[in-house]
Antibody, heavy 122, light 110 residues
Framework: QVQLQESGPGLVKPSQTLSLTCTVS??????????WSWIRQPAGKGLEWIGR???????NYNPSLKSRVTMSVDTSRNQFSLRLTSVTAADTAVYFC??????????????WGQGTLVTVSS | QSVLTQPPSVSEAPRQRVTISCSGS????????VNWYQQLPGKAPKVLIY???LLPSGVSDRFSGSKSGNSASLAISGLQSEDEADYYC???????????FGTGTKVTVL
């Protein structure tokens, strides 16, 4: 059974950088038709896809966040990470990591972390 | 930033059937598979339906999905109290080159 677990600071000051890591267990962050993604959800609101990374390091980011987002993967540690720079209060949200299963015809998030709340405040 | 539109809420009595609609465009639903996720309070989303109408292993067959043109629907039959949750549709968007989610629908069992 694949499990994902987010980790990182729960409080970030405005204008600073948000950094989160997702650790994958029960499976590998390398190989297979899977992408690793970050998704966020402000309190009481819907889900927003942030971006995805393949185990080879190729990435796709949501254009609305692209200028501030960097994702990376460390297959030796079965981890992938998110960096979001110049944060504001609008970046306060629960951040989920998830595995995106891709068949070539369809894709969906089949495993999710429990989510971690990141608050941007001074 | 949701580009898929869902009704904010639906409610029905136990054992009845509810349907949740999801409206998109040719760049997402019209050209790509639709997935549905259930999010229980305080929990991560869980996939209910993928590729328009397929059920992952372990998901109750009380859930069913369909798609026509740029719209999709999720039906829940035999409604139970445990079905009270937020439901999100999602589809790949060719313009975004990534997945887009619906606005979300809260299901209440009366």
């Amino acid at each position: 059974q694949v499990q994902l677990q987010e980790s990182g600071p729960g409080l970030v000051k405005p204008s600073q950088t948000l950094s989160l890591t997702c650790t994958v267990s029960g499976g590998s962050s390398s190989g297979g038709n899977y992408y690793w993604s970050w998704i966020r959800q402000p309190a009481g609101k819907g889900l927003e896809w942030i971006g995805r990374i393949y185990n080879g390091g190729s990435t796709n980011y949501n254009p609305s966040l692209k200028s501030r987002v960097t994702m990376s993967v460390d297959t030796s540690r079965n981890q992938f990470s998110l960096r979001l720079t110049s944060v504001t209060a609008a970046d306060t949200a629960v951040y989920f990591c998830a595995r995106l299963k891709n068949s070539g015809i369809y894709s969906y998030f089949d495993y999710w972390g429990q989510g971690t709340l990141v608050t941007v405040s001074s | 930033q949701s580009v898929l539109t869902q009704p904010p809420s639906v409610s029905e009595a136990p054992r009845q059937r509810v349907t949740i609609s999801c409206s998109g465009s040719s760049s997402n639903i019209g050209n790509n598979a639709v997935n549905w996720y259930q999010q229980l309070p305080g929990k991560a989303p869980k996939v209910l339906i993928y590729y328009d109408a397929l059920l992952p292993s372990g998901v109750s067959d009380r859930f069913s999905g369909s798609k026509s043109g740029n719209s999709a629907s999720l039906a829940i039959s035999g409604l139970q109290s445990e079905d009270e949750a937020d439901y999100y549709c999602a589809a790949w968007d060719d313009t975004l080159n990534g997945p887009v989610f619906g606005t979300g629908t809260k299901v209440t069992v009366l």
